[in-house]
């Protein structure tokens, strides 16, 4: 297994992995994100993601079976693990921990 640093878009794909769970596979977790981000997200780097989340240990997969849209192909669906999970709760953790560290003060003109 891999490290487990979490980059920020390794973030993102394991996020929405997780919102569209059971079905999460590549061209769903891109145009999802596309919709939620406005972000133009390519489906190579959505696949890059995929592929180091699971070496990571934070996603598993598994073929679907065959269907006539895809020209028989299947698709390869993804599922967050428990260390995943962990992963995210202990990002959102950090994260919060820092956002209520920041003092409250007027952020405007003087």
Do not use: C, W
């Not at 997969?61 to 698709?75: D, F, L, P, Q, V």
């Not at 967050?80 to 007027?106: E, H, V, W």
Request: charged share 30%; aromatic share 10%.
């Amino acid at each position: 297994m891999k490290g487990t640093y979490l980059g920020e878009f390794e973030e993102l794909v394991l996020l929405t992995v997780g919102a569209l769970y059971p079905e999460a596979y590549g061209v769903a977790v891109m145009d999802e994100i596309q919709t939620e981000t406005g972000r133009s997200v390519n489906i190579s780097a959505v696949h890059s993601a995929m592929r180091r989340l699971d070496e990571k240990g934070f996603v598993k997969s598994e073929m679907g079976g065959a269907t006539n849209e895809r020209g028989g192909r299947r698709k390869r669906y993804f599922e967050l693990t428990a260390f995943g999970k962990k992963a995210l709760d202990d990002a959102q953790s950090l994260r919060m921990k820092l956002y209520n560290r920041i003092p409250d003060i007027s952020f405007g003109t003087h």
